[in-house]
């Protein structure tokens, strides 16, 4: 697993971060930065303070290559019980410039990271542990070109 930079550097320095993982991807043959359907990321974290709210984002890493602008991805997420959390919810993140393709997020090179504030103002229920999965949801079984994929947790400081 490593870290995305640009979260790396932002996670630091923030103390209301609950929770932070990314996974690289690699198909199922092997190769490395592709986003195959069946790969469904799992990101599981606690949660002790019933009372507070919470922001989640999705991390997001890709080379400049990658074929489209945009990325869809849904996620599902399950809390204590494994008792499903809100319904399930499709995503659309905007990677790169629709009409000029200029590459958006922190870059360095041709690999760029994104965050994406997912879920905003998010309240739990009850203390324990919650499981996010993600699934990428474009039209293609394998997604070449994005690296990798994660969950960040923090606190709501508004």
């Given amino acids: ?5 640009g979260a790396l550097l932002l996670s630091a320095c923030d103390p209301g ?22 790969q469904r990321p799992s990101f599981t974290f606690t949660i002790a ?6 922001n989640i984002y999705f991390n997001v890493r890709n080379a400049s290559g990658y074929g489209f602008y945009n990325l869809y991805l849904k ?13 399930p919810l499709l995503h659309q ?7 000029t393709g200029e590459p958006l997020g922190a870059g360095a090179g041709d690999i760029f990271d994104h965050q994406f504030l997912a879920l905003p103002h998010q309240r739990f229920a009850q203390a324990g542990e919650y499981q996010l999965t993600l699934e990428q949801y474009m ?4 997604l070449p070109g994005i690296m990798a994929v994660g969950v960040r947790v923090a606190k709501d400081t508004k």
Avoid: C, F, I
């Fill in 93 to 99: 993140m905007v990677l790169m410039n629709p009409k």
């Fill in 49 to 54: 303070d019933t009372a507070a709210r919470y």
């Fill in 75 to 87: 996620h599902t997420l399950t809390g204590p019980g494994n008792r499903p959390v809100g319904q």
């Fill in 139 to 142: 039209r293609q079984n394998q």
């Fill in 1 to 5: 697993m490593a870290p995305l930079a």
């Fill in 17 to 38: 971060r609950v929770y932070e993982e990314n996974v690289d991807l690699k198909s199922p043959a092997g190769d490395p930065y592709v986003w195959d359907v069946q």
